[in-house]
């Protein structure tokens, strides 16, 4: 029961998650609003586990291994990313690439600092699983969490945090390995041609999505399909459009599914008029 409480229940963290970059394009203000996202849907997940409290340590296992590090990795990346973001320097693509650099190098130090227990991870191992996901086993030759003592016993186990740090690092290590990649790739088109130098979208990234959507249905790029379609326009106008399949539901569901659409043809019609006055 509660495995499909908590899909149902992160599948709705991720859908508000995407329409946070979709609807705000201030960076701070998204990841603000995105922590606050992960924390209210964490206490929806530490609130029904009180009421159904896992009853075997088989279940505690589930729980404590596959499902709260899901949500609490979520809340740790944003959290880190925003303290990221606040402290970015400012200055030329070469400089942030290095301040992305060497937090990369951070991340490494603790993979390393932890090792024995990611190596665990990594390769799927179980045989410690009754001591790092079970509540109320405390071993201390196993490297517990130094912040178990402070933590609730009711929603917690020596390792459950310690696993979602190394879920939160693994896509924290992605997102700046992809950033460091775009300024790179930024940098050598600036050098190619100067005049291709501003041709970055300056619309909503809702009203980007409407377009490759009426593009794709249109097959205006022939047979290609949505997700190739998606990664051309991202590099061609240097956005990044986050989860895009999980945005369609949520289009669909506005008062007017074609905003841009809409206001393009009103632009255009009017264009028209002007020409034949």
């Not at 990649?181 to 190619?192: D, H, L, T």
């Not at 956005?239 to 659409?261: A, M």
């Amino acid at each position: 029961m509660i495995t499909k409480f908590s899909e149902r229940l992160y599948a709705d963290l991720n859908r508000d998650l995407n329409a946070l970059v979709l609807e705000e394009d201030q960076v701070i203000k998204r990841l603000e609003k995105s922590i606050h996202a992960c924390l209210k849907y964490l206490r929806k997940l530490k609130d029904y586990c009180k009421l159904n409290n896992p009853g075997t340590p088989a279940e505690e296992i589930v729980f404590f291994k596959h499902i709260k590090p899901k949500f609490k990795s979520q809340l740790i990346f944003y959290q880190s990313l925003l303290h990221i973001e606040i402290r970015k320097p400012i200055g030329d693509g070469k400089v942030v690439a290095e301040y992305y650099a060497n937090e990369i190098r951070v991340l490494y130090h603790f993979f390393e600092s932890n090792l024995s227990f990611y190596q665990y991870v990594r390769t799927q191992a179980t045989y410690l699983d009754e001591y790092y996901f079970v509540r109320g086993n405390y071993d201390v030759h196993l490297d517990p969490d130094q912040c178990v003592i402070d933590f609730d016993p009711t929603f917690s186990t020596t390792h459950d945090h310690k696993l979602a740090q190394v879920l939160a690092s693994e896509l924290m290590q992605e997102y700046l390995e992809h950033s460091i990649q775009k300024i790179n790739q930024k940098e050598a088109i600036v050098q190619i041609d100067s005049e291709f130098r501003d041709f970055n979208w300056k619309q909503t990234k809702c009203a980007l999505i409407e377009l490759i959507y009426s593009w794709h249905a249109t097959e205006a790029f022939g047979k290609k399909n949505l997700k190739s379609i998606v990664k051309f326009i991202e590099k061609s106008f240097n956005i990044s459009l986050g989860n895009f399949y999980d945005t369609y539901d949520w289009l669909c569901g506005r008062p007017s599914p074609t905003v841009y659409i809409d206001e393009m043809k009103e632009a255009f019609l009017l264009r028209v008029q002007k020409k034949f006055k």
